[in-house]
């Protein structure tokens, strides 16, 4: 599938007069949650911010349970102040594997070999926190060991850069999103309901420097909520409201909303494994003990969430001028009934447009972006958006591994190709 190019409709024709060639790519996700991979072949076809995208082939499969109880471990590892260095290196190793696993199957669906891929991109949620430094990063991607089993050029540690430049590491798929899913026409707006419900406005794409109008913001929990309480509600026999069969039982109940509503913070940071579900959660397991039932917490809950995602979206359409964004929807929350059915109701019926309907394969959206940044690292081109990472500059994202010879030293020819556009300091703020 071929997309609009990065900029510009002319930079668009140049790239396609200058190259006939396709540039591979592929891109490895692992969810915030360390639970599942998404992966992603993509090709450029040209050179130049202008290039036309082409989506070859998207994988995406569960991480076994025992990596993420041991991923798990790790971060409360972190929290106590604590890294054990065993289970870091544990961790990262089986990451490793089932990374290879993607890549591979990755190139023998897309019918292509190694050689023939320029850079794999490699994203995961990594570990951070907060200390009297800064933010202390460590990226859980063992990219010498892929590039010596796979023999291509590994592109990992995305946020480093940004962290490096005073930034938060992230969000790092915002301008990635923009590219893939901006239109000439009109602005649009994604919403996300993943574990996290976030919102990311993408301009129309009009000039040059449309995507630093690019917004992003986190609204509230939302799977990671949910889940949580069908653990606890159900006793632990399941931790998924299939369809939102339970929630749709139930009647909202108005004091509990108005609790939820009450415990929304002024401000909610960017998270990169997404904003904890814990203050909600409390104020759910009260009204569990004075006796609402189980459906009517998870009614509430849902439609809490909904009125909280469609109140910042239609600010957001208020405030986008003349030309009214078109709603874009994405996230396993699109297959919970009522969560879906309130939202479009809060959106007084406007329509949701699921991005697969854009030619966006289902449940891969990572793997692209991903697949994106790396390409946008190979050519130069900054991945970072310091109004929203609170960087100090913008810098292309990404520390690259080599490979085998021969495709190290065809990537550094494609780079070498590849000139970086000169910026003024203004302009790079």
């Not at 292309?396 to 010879?405: A, D, V």
């Not at 000169?422 to 302009?427: D, K, P, T, V």
Request: hydrophobic content about 40%; aromatic content about 6%.
């Amino acid at each position: 599938m071929a997309f609009p190019s990065l900029f510009s409709r002319d930079s668009q024709r140049t790239a396609r007069k200058t190259s006939n060639a396709v540039r591979w790519i592929a891109g490895v996700s692992v969810t915030a949650s360390c639970q599942r991979i998404e992966s992603a072949m993509i090709g450029i076809h040209g050179r130049g911010s202008g290039a036309p995208v082409e989506i070859r082939k998207t994988i995406a499969f569960d991480i076994p349970r025992e990596i993420v109880d041991s991923f798990n471990e790790l971060q409360s590892a972190l929290q106590r102040q604590e890294l054990p260095a065993s289970l870091t290196l544990h961790v990262a190793k089986e990451l490793a594997c089932i990374e290879e696993e993607a890549i591979l199957e990755l190139i023998s669906e897309s019918k292509l070999t190694a050689n023939d891929v320029l850079a794999v991109g490699i994203h995961d949620p990594g570990l951070r926190t907060m200390t009297s430094h800064g933010i202390f990063y460590q990226g859980l991607c063992d990219a010498a060991y892929l590039a010596e089993q796979t023999s291509m050029n590994i592109v990992d540690a995305f946020p480093a850069q940004d962290i490096a430049l005073r930034g938060n590491g992230g969000p790092t798929f915002t301008l990635p999103s923009w590219i893939f899913l901006k239109s000439e026409m009109k602005p649009r707006i994604l919403i996300d309901l993943g574990r996290t419900a976030r919102l990311t406005f993408l301009p129309q794409a009009e000039s040059p420097f449309s995507h630093q109008k690019i917004q992003h913001i986190e609204v509230c929990p939302c799977g990671s909520l949910i889940d949580t309480l069908v653990w606890q509600l159900t006793g632990g026999k399941t931790a998924v409201d299939t369809g939102g069969r339970a929630a749709v039982q139930g009647c909202q109940n108005a004091p509990l909303i108005s609790a939820l509503r009450a415990a929304v913070p002024t401000t909610e940071n960017w998270s990169p494994t997404g904003l904890k579900p814990d203050r909600y959660i409390k104020i759910a397991d009260r009204a569990a003990q004075d006796g609402l039932s189980h459906q009517d917490i998870l009614c509430s809950v849902s439609c809490f969430i909904a009125e909280r995602v469609a109140g910042q979206a239609l600010d957001w359409i208020k405030n986008a001028g003349y030309v009214e964004p078109e709603l874009l929807i994405q996230g396993s929350g699109q297959k919970h009934g009522l969560l879906m059915n309130s939202l479009i109701s809060h959106l007084d019926k406007r329509t949701l447009l699921p991005i697969v309907q854009l030619g966006i394969p289902v449940d891969t959206f990572d793997g692209l972006c991903t697949a994106m940044l790396a390409l946008l690292a190979v050519d130069h081109i900054p991945g970072n958006l310091p109004h929203l990472t609170g960087s100090e500059t913008v810098k292309p994202l990404g520390r690259i591994t080599q490979g085998s010879m021969s495709n190290w030293h065809r990537l550094l020819c494609e780079m070498a190709a590849t000139k970086p556009a000169s910026r003024s300091l203004r302009s790079a703020g």
